[in-house]
């Protein structure tokens, strides 16, 4: 998978985020593939050593998730 089909479907699989956080996500696993050129390693292998993008946005989803249950829980207190 290149790195334009694999941020697409990262950021596809993002959900209950602003717009913000999806930029940041973007530019954080872009650099993962400048880095990666950067060492003379091909798209596809920087792809499968990031893993599945719907997994990672699966997981950020989660993260995401708890945080904001944090948040709301902080601000009762």
Known sequence: MNKETYLKQLISHLR???KDEEKDIY???ETHF???KNEGKSEEDIAKQLGDPKMIAK???AT???EKVDE???LKS
């Open 34 to 36: 400048i880095s990666g």
């Open 16 to 18: 209950h985020m602003d």
């Open 59 to 61: 997981e950020l989803n």
């Open 72 to 74: 709301k829980s902080n």
């Open 64 to 66: 995401m998730a708890i």
């Open 27 to 29: 530019n954080e696993y």
